[in-house]
Every structure is written in structure tokens, then in C-alpha cells.
């Protein structure tokens, strides 16, 4: 990868690659890349681009969007649960806590779930570029 803001790379080009990537796929702290460059064999043109864009997005991705919708929605039933039930809404400092609950658990969510489907695409482009080779031979394997 690159030195510095805007010039990271990721470079997809054989087993290692893919095993870095992996081992690079945590929960916090990834690095952010700019671009995703896939050259592995076995895939068409179109195929390394769409792995490349999925990887980028995967890679990137810090989970705020599930922590939002996450602190919309329990927004949502605080404010909505009274109108549809005789249940009371609670006082604000139970709301409050709710609501960072829910932003917090979301956003945890969201990384837990883009760490899964980034080591999935990992593994789904490993077993590709081991079926172009016809087998594996236990090296660089990502697990």
C-alpha cells in the first residue's frame, strides 16, 4: 500500500496478496484503500473490476451506515411505541441511552458484518483462482 492519504492501493495478485488482505480484515482499524487493483488469474476483465469494487467497498467500510439506520429506527419506536400502545415513552436520559445503545450496537454490527463478507470475498476469489489452477497445494492459503 501507499505512503499516504489518497495513495493506498491494495494489489490482489496471488495467494500472498490474498492472505494479507485477510489478515488485514479486522473489526477496527483497517486501512483505508483508495483503489482496489485485482490481477489474479482466471478472472475475466469485468470479473477483477467487480472484485476490485467490492473489495474497495468492503474494505472501507466503517459500519456507520447500520449504526445510523440503526439509531433511526429505535428513534422511531421511542417516538412512535406511545401512539400505538398505552406504554408511556420514557424520560429522555433512558431515551438518550437507548439511542447511543442503538448507534453503538449498530455500528458494530455493520463492521462485524463487512469483516464477514470481505473475508467471503477473499475466500470466494481464493477457490477461483485455485479452480484456474486446478487445486491448491496448501500454500498461502487463506482459511
Same mark, same amino acid.
Given at each position: 500500500?501507499?505512503? #499516504?492519504? /489518497?495513495?493506498?492501493? %491494495?494489489?490482489?495478485?496471488? #495467494?500472498?496478496?490474498?492472505?494479507?488482505?485477510?489478515?488485514?480484515?479486522?473489526?477496527?482499524?483497517?486501512? =483505508?484503500?483508495?483503489?482496489?487493483?485485482?490481477?489474479?488469474? +482466471? !478472472?475475466?476483465? &469485468?470479473?477483477?473490476? =467487480?472484485?476490485?469494487?467490492?473489495?474497495?467497498?468492503?474494505?472501507?467500510?466503517? #459500519?456507520?451506515?447500520? +449504526? $445510523?439506520?440503526? !439509531?433511526?429506527?429505535?428513534?422511531?419506536?421511542?417516538?412512535?411505541?406511545?401512539?400505538?400502545?398505552?406504554? *408511556?415513552?420514557? +424520560?429522555? *436520559?433512558?431515551? !438518550? %441511552?437507548? !439511542?447511543?445503545?442503538?448507534?453503538? #450496537?449498530?455500528?458494530?454490527?455493520?463492521?462485524?458484518?463487512?469483516?464477514?463478507?470481505?473475508?467471503?470475498?477473499?475466500?470466494?476469489? =481464493? &477457490?477461483?483462482? $485455485?479452480?484456474?489452477? /486446478?487445486?491448491?497445494? +496448501?500454500?498461502?492459503?487463506? *482459511?
Amino acid at each position: 500500500m501507499g505512503d #499516504g492519504p /489518497g495513495t493506498d492501493v %491494495l494489489v490482489i495478485a496471488d #495467494g500472498g496478496d490474498l492472505r494479507r488482505a485477510h489478515d488485514t480484515a479486522s473489526w477496527l482499524g483497517r486501512p =483505508r484503500v483508495e483503489r482496489v487493483v485485482v490481477t489474479l488469474p +482466471g !478472472l475475466t476483465e &469485468a470479473e477483477r473490476q =467487480r472484485a476490485g469494487q467490492r473489495l474497495r467497498a468492503l474494505h472501507n467500510d466503517c #459500519g456507520c451506515r447500520t +449504526g $445510523e439506520l440503526s !439509531l433511526v429506527l429505535t428513534a422511531a419506536a421511542v417516538w412512535l411505541a406511545p401512539l400505538a400502545s398505552p406504554v *408511556p415513552r420514557p +424520560g429522555w *436520559p433512558v431515551v !438518550l %441511552l437507548l !439511542l447511543v445503545l442503538a448507534a453503538v #450496537g449498530g455500528k458494530l454490527l455493520g463492521l462485524a458484518r463487512s469483516r464477514h463478507l470481505l473475508r467471503e470475498e477473499l475466500r470466494r476469489l =481464493r &477457490a477461483t483462482t $485455485e479452480r484456474e489452477r /486446478g487445486g491448491h497445494d +496448501g500454500r498461502n492459503r487463506v *482459511p
